[in-house]
Nanobody, 121 residues
């Protein structure tokens, strides 16, 4: 069984910073892309940033220059460093991973439980 466990959310004032972490657990894992999505109240879930296993990054324009996604393949962990936070960044942030398991071979897309980020003005 694959689990994604997130940490690092919380309440911060506008202009502040937070760092989210998401660790994948399970045996015989090979993780392709990992990333972060967010869902604000009353809105659809949207991609924030994703990173391939080789380090190729894709991010939404609204966070470019403020948020940085990174990963540690040895730890099966993805990070999201969020700087210069704005009230409009307030949302539940979800970790996502494309995971291959061996013995037997399976492939699936997994989500974390979500972590709340609230930015006060």
């Amino acid at each position: 069984q694959v689990q994604l466990v997130e940490s690092g959310g919380g309440l911060v004032q506008a202009g502040g910073s937070l760092r989210l972490s998401c660790a994948a657990s399970g045996s015989n894992l090979f993780i392709n892309a990992m990333g972060w999505y967010r869902q604000a109240l009353g809105k659809e879930r949207e991609l924030v940033a994703s990173i391939s296993r080789s380090g190729k990054i894709n991010s939404t324009d609204s966070v470019t220059g403020r948020f940085t996604v990174s990963r540690d393949n040895a730890k099966n962990t993805v990070y999201l460093q969020m700087n210069s936070l704005k009230p409009e960044d307030t949302a539940v942030y979800y970790c996502n991973a494309d995971v291959i398991r061996f013995g037997p071979f399976t492939r699936g897309n997994y989500w974390g439980q979500g972590t709340q980020v609230t930015v006060s003005s």
